[in-house]
């Protein structure tokens, strides 16, 4: 049995995208009144939820506070039904930390921090069914970009000053061809993978991670690919933002 | 941007993981014909034509399209690969199938997808909105798609309506299942079966013979008799072999036994490695190649290995019990050692079926359809075919497919494929060679050619990036006469320093095939170019080989430059590679050089450059020799070719100038350096060449051929073994040295490519080097394409790709380059041999001075020097008294009547051609001198028969 063909002749994916099309995406603000901010994000079969508390004083040890600028505080944790295989994990794992201190890096480049010194701001996690926290309800590829996206709309809810959205996306590399916002299935046939997260407005990027051998030539394709998708994810979320402003203004009776 | 709808496909494998995909339905998939003004060009490029002309079918005369389904496509490629079926729709669904059940049919659809005159359609249907179906309850995945099939044909015949209704353009469904073809019909879809849409093509009536025969209807007239057992399933194989019950291994059939064959065993047991099976019923529809299941026999039904030769002459189908009592007449005669282990194959786990050559048996009914074809190859089974075009056929190679092996048919079933020509002729039985070898031969395709250069091609800025202009050096080229794929050129200046700046150019292929694109498939599938006696078949196009590439005098080409920096006694004091332009000054014939170098009155730049060169060169040989280098022998000859008849008209032996050994010299040198460099960048992945050195025991028989002649061979070391073979000469027999190297030629291993990652001995022993590569014929060798990449990355030149540094990837490679490499050489060697039996049919019988070469217990093998040729001398004949025979295995010497025969013995024969059998014609041999009465034959012309049966012969190739 041949593997799987993750780009066919006629230029189609597996489920059908072409090799620079995005999943569906579908998102929501506000989901959750008591929070600061919340957002829901679907890209297509990966559900992210994020809160966001904040800013506020410091809690726990001070000695953490920033003089000059507020802490962002991140944490992740993912749901146990979220993926294939029911696993209990713990928070605290490597994973989650890991994808922690990503998000903790992506938000600090993107939150205006010197605004609110010496206080906190949590994108953080709660074990599961927790209220609190930013989970992925369901993994079929491209986790970190749907919390990344996520949480900027959670953080835009809870009327945290940015310097821009910061969207991000997932691009892969298969023959030749980059492929932007991997799906599971093709993040599960080995190739190399680039998660970015890119601020659209001024082109910067607030983070880049890859963990495969991809070599230098093909980089700056792939790179240009997930930038495109991390646009595209862009305008999208925008139309997100104005919907839902335009609904409470509504809501306000203005 | 994305007009889609979200589906969820779900599937539970072990119930405990759920599988949730995506998949979008799109409505921008265009159905593919040229001037739809619904779909628009969208997408792809229109493959079909708007109005498909020229298929005059009597069952349906308006024009249509095809839409074939999975096993039409799986079993009918030959068909359709035809040039007549055009305009043909292939479903996503049914590429998908197709490549999940057949790679080598995959491969091939998707060569006629990609062929522009074919009109082939792949239609994404899957996700197409309108077309895509989900699996029903109770409904099984090949039901699904059999209905996907049908939905997106009828899709089609609606769609076409839309787009002219006057055109009356519709899609007829080909498929072969009865259930499928009543369904269709049912739903308003024209469907037919393969066999009757072919059969109303009036135009084209040659393509029914191609058609495979998978029809049940043909397979019911044959007598119901059960001559098989039947084959085991897979899932029951593999249990089998899990448990041990069952062994799997490779059907190897033998050549002269047509009711024998042995199976090697996989995995390394070493009792049981190769288990004999003899009979047709244990033989059990095996072809020669098959993987198969084989269950041991209790040892009391264990058989030793017949000597007997038995030729599949049986035109009777039935007459199986009269074959098993022939099967019978094998097993007489057990000595109880010989006893090997015995076994039946119980089933096929993979076929290995190719299409084979070979001629037709008429039937000897003469209205009959059925016939019988013998392959040429001894190991496969005789075919049965279908054909109307029996008397056309007859006496032509041709090749056929198998179909299949039923149960109760004595021959298995095939279909004619293609006609090669008439036996005998040069083309046809060049072809033969070819396709036998497994050598890919046919023209480059349209996909290959759209990735060469536009003509005229020039050298633009961009080239010019990362490449140095050695236009202004002396360079110049040495090859033999008429060679016009030049890829190697030299220069040698002196510095101002003193010292010396040699050059060695090579044609720069990797700049025009780049990675990845069909022309490097293509090539890297092909590996190298095959020279035949009259024929090349190139691995890359015309234009690149014998113009863009070819380093021809007075033109700028693009090469890759490896310079040294030498000293007058040839020490490399500097290496460099660069990418370059050069311009070469004179493309010479080793001849032409010789000559240069020689008369003292030539003084010109290219001249002093030649001698520069020679010297070195001289300095370079002297010091590889001191390092135990070998230089070994072999009878090569050329033929002179009648330059309007093309038959050869004469043999020519190689000749050897300084010239050659200095070209050689300076090749060498640049291999080498480029293998230190590229293994220096890549320790993992660097394509090298290695030699690795002979076990002692393949030495045995030249120690012992000179030992008989009082010589004493070294084996050692390699040094010691060159060493000893300079000494080993006989004033008065000058021609030995040249046959003990012959003959330690013969012991060698094969050279092979490995990827440096892989193994961890790089030695070559015949050039005494610690790591080779080969890097200076590009044009004729992919291996040299890709050191030529590794080289060009390493020293920046170039960016790399990722299957480069993949060391599975290039192992895989370096598999497929041994396995061309070895079969370039055996269509050589039989393309020789046919030359020689041409030569030999016009020349007549001749008598010649031959020595020794082997002794056997019942023949000798001799070698001509005069045609370089070798052959066998039998001293046992069928209908002739058996002439008294001693064989001495310690000398070795052969006893005949008196007579004794010693290896390097000079003896005279007789050359004649035996066209006995018409399919396998060979050089037969017979001794004139010495005289032996009753087996040597007098010298005058001899009135014997020369068209007797031929005799168990065996091949004495190593």
Redesign the interface.
Same mark, same amino acid.
């Given at each position: 049995?041949?593997g799987l063909?993750l780009l066919?002749?006629?230029?189609?994916r597996? #489920?059908?995208?072409r090799a620079g099309?995005?999943?569906?995406i579908q998102a929501r603000m506000g989901v959750f009144a008591q929070a600061d901010g919340s957002a829901y994000i679907e890209q297509?079969?990966t559900k992210a939820l994020a809160v966001v508390y904040g800013p506020h004083e410091i809690r726990g040890s001070r000695s953490r506070a920033l003089p000059d600028r507020a802490l962002v505080n991140c944490q992740y944790s993912s749901a146990t039904f979220s993926t294939?295989?029911r696993k209990r994990r713990p928070h605290g794992d490597r994973k989650s930390c890991e994808m922690g201190l990503q998000l903790r890096q992506t938000f600090e480049a993107a939150i205006l921090t010197q605004l609110h010194p010496r206080s906190q701001i949590d994108i953080y996690v709660q074990p599961l069914r927790g209220v609190v926290s930013l989970q992925v309800l369901?993994a #079929?590829g491209g986790t970190y970009a749907a919390c990344v996206n996520a949480a900027t709309l959670a953080v835009l809810d809870a009327g945290i000053p940015m310097r821009d959205f910061v969207c991000a996306c997932s691009a892969g590399?298969v023959?030749?061809t980059a492929l932007a916002d991997l799906?599971h299935?093709e993040e599960a046939a080995g190739g190399p993978q680039l998660a970015l997260a890119l601020l659209p407005a001024s082109g910067q990027i607030a983070l880049l991670e890859m963990d495969a051998?991809?070599?230098e030539?093909?980089l700056e394709w792939v790179l240009e690919a997930a930038a495109q998708a991390a646009r595209?994810v862009h305008t999208l979320l925008d139309r997100v933002v104005r919907q839902h402003v335009h609904e409470a203004s509504i809501l306000l009776g203005d | 941007m994305l007009r889609s709808k979200t589906f969820l496909k779900k599937t539970r494998t072990g119930g405990v993981m759920k599988i949730v995909r995506e998949h979008y339905l799109r409505d921008d998939i265009g159905c593919g014909a040229s001037g739809c003004a619904e779909c628009g060009a969208a997408h792809g490029g229109p493959a079909l034509e708007p109005r498909p002309q020229d298929q005059a079918s009597s069952l349906w005369p308006r024009p249509h399209y095809l839409l074939p389904d999975t096993n039409v496509l799986l079993h009918q490629i030959d068909v359709l690969e035809d040039p007549a079926i055009r305009n043909v729709i292939v479903l996503q669904t049914v590429l998908q199938e197709v490549r999940n059940r057949s790679a080598p049919v995959y491969k091939r659809i998707r060569d006629v997808t990609n062929n522009q005159e074919k009109h082939f359609y792949t239609f994404t249907n899957e996700h197409h909105r309108e077309t895509y179906v989900e699996q029903e309850q109770g409904e099984n995945a090949n039901d699904r798609n059999d209905r996907a099939i049908r939905v997106a044909a009828k899709w089609y015949n609606e769609h076409l309506k839309k787009m002219s209704a006057e055109n009356q353009l519709q899609v007829i469904f080909i498929t072969n299942d009865r259930k499928n073809k009543e369904k269709a019909v049912e739903e308003g879809i024209p469907a037919f079966t393969c066999e009757e849409y072919i059969k109303s093509l009036t135009a084209n009536p040659e393509l029914i013979d191609r058609l495979a025969c998978l029809s049940e209807e043909g397979n019911e007239i044959e007598s119901g008799k059960i001559i098989f057992t039947e084959h085991l399933p897979l899932s029951k194989l593999q249990q089998g072999i899990k448990s041990g019950i069952y062994l799997q291994g490779t059907f190897r059939a033998s050549r002269e036994n047509y009711l024998e064959a042995t199976v090697w065993i996989y995995g390394d047991t070493e009792e049981n490695k190769e288990i004999i099976v003899q009979g047709l019923k244990h033989l059990n529809r095996a072809i020669h190649e098959d993987v198969v299941a084989v269950e041991l026999l209790p040892k009391s039904q264990w058989v030793a290995p017949s000597s007997v030769v038995l030729q599949d002459e049986g035109q009777l189908e039935d007459d199986v019990d009269k074959e098993e009592e022939r099967a019978h007449m094998l097993k007489t005669a057990i000595n109880e050692k010989m006893l090997k282990p015995t076994g039946r194959v119980v089933g096929i786990i993979k076929r290995n079926w190719r299409p084979y050559c070979g001629m037709l048996s008429k039937s000897d009914i003469k209205e009959s359809r059925r016939h019988l074809f013998t392959p040429a190859d001894k190991r496969i089974p005789r075919i049965r075919i279908e054909t109307r075009q029996a008397s056309v056929l007859e006496g032509r190679r041709i090749i056929v497919a198998i179909d299949g092996w039923p149960r109760n048919s004595r021959y298995p079933n095939g279909h004619f494929v293609r006609n090669l020509g008439d036996v005998g002729e040069k083309e046809t039985e060049t072809e033969v060679l070819l396709l036998e070898h497994d050598v890919p031969h046919q023209p480059f395709s349209q996909a290959v050619l759209s990735f060469l250069p536009k003509m005229p091609w020039s050298i633009t800025e961009n080239d010019m990036k990362n490449r140095e202009d050695l236009r202004h050096l002396c360079v110049c080229s040495v090859d033999p006469p008429g060679c016009t794929d030049i890829d190697d050129a030299l220069h040698c200046r002196e510095l101002t320093n003193g010292n010396l700046e040699v050059g060695v150019h090579i044609a720069d292929v990797s700049h025009f095939i780049r990675p990845g694109n069909a022309l490097d498939q293509e090539s890297a599938r092909r590996g190298t170019t095959v020279y035949l006696c009259e024929k090349r078949i190139d691995m890359v196009p015309e234009l690149l080989s014998s113009n863009l590439c070819s380093l021809r005098c007075d033109v700028d080409r693009l090469a890759f430059s490896c310079i040294w920096e030498m000293n007058h006694s040839a020490e490399i004091l500097k290496t460099r590679f660069t990418k370059s332009v050069i311009n070469s000054k004179a493309s010479l014939t080793y001849a032409e050089a010789q000559m240069r170098i020689d008369s003292a009155t030539m003084n010109d730049d290219i001249t002093i450059s030649l001698r520069g060169l020679n010297k070195l060169a001289k300095i370079l040989k002297k010091r590889r020799i001191e390092k135990g280098a070998l230089t070994l022998s072999s009878p090569e000859v050329r033929f002179h070719m009648d330059s309007e008849t093309h038959d050869p008209i004469d043999l020519q032996t190689k000749e050897l100038r300084e010239t050659n050994s200095m070209v050689e010299e300076f090749m060498l040198l640049a291999n080498i350096s480029v293998a230190k460099k590229i293994h220096e960048e890549f320790s993992e992945h660097a394509l090298l060449r290695k030699h690795p050195a002979p076990p002692p025991s393949n030495y045995e028989i030249l120690v012992k051929a000179a030992k008989s002649k009082n010589l004493e061979i070294k084996t050692d070391t390699a040094k010691s073994l060159a060493d000893s073979l300079d000494r080993a000469e006989s004033p008065a027999f000058p021609y030995l040295n040249t046959l003990l190297r012959i003959l330690a030629t013969r012991c060698m291993m094969q050279a092979v490519y490995f990827c440096s990652g892989m193994d961890s001995d790089f030695h070559h022993y015949g050039l005494a080097s610690p790591i080779y590569t080969h890097f200076t014929s590009p044009i004729r060798r992919y291996a040299d394409i890709i050191v030529h990449r590794l080289l060009a990355v390493a020293i920046g030149a170039d960016c790399t790709y990722p299957e480069l540094t993949d060391k599975h990837k290039l192992a895989d490679i370096c598999k497929n380059l041994n396995f061309r490499h070895k079969m370039a050489q055996y269509a050589q060697r039989a393309s020789v041999a046919f030359h020689t039996q041409l030569f030999f049919k016009n020349k007549g019988i001749v008598s010649e001075e031959a020595y020794i070469l082997f002794v056997r217990k019942n023949a000798i093998v001799v070698l001509i020097p005069k045609y370089g040729l070798e052959g066998t001398v039998f001293f046992e004949e069928k209908d002739k008294p058996k002439p008294q025979l001693i064989y001495d295995d310690e000398t070795p010497s052969l006893k005949v009547e008196g007579t004794i025969f010693h290896v390097f013995d000079k003896v005279k024969v007789k050359i004649m051609l035996d066209s006995s059998n018409l399919q396998h014609q060979k050089i037969r041999m017979a001794l004139v001198e010495p005289q032996i009465p009753g087996i040597s034959i007098p010298n005058e012309i001899s009135n014997m028969d020369i068209n007797e049966p031929e005799e168990k012969r065996r091949k004495l190739e190593k």
């Open positions: 049995m041949a063909e066919s002749d006629q230029g189609y597996v #489920d059908g995208r099309e995005l999943r569906k297509g079969n294939g295989e369901q #079929d590399f023959d030749g799906s299935v051998r991809l070599h030539d093909h595209d | -």
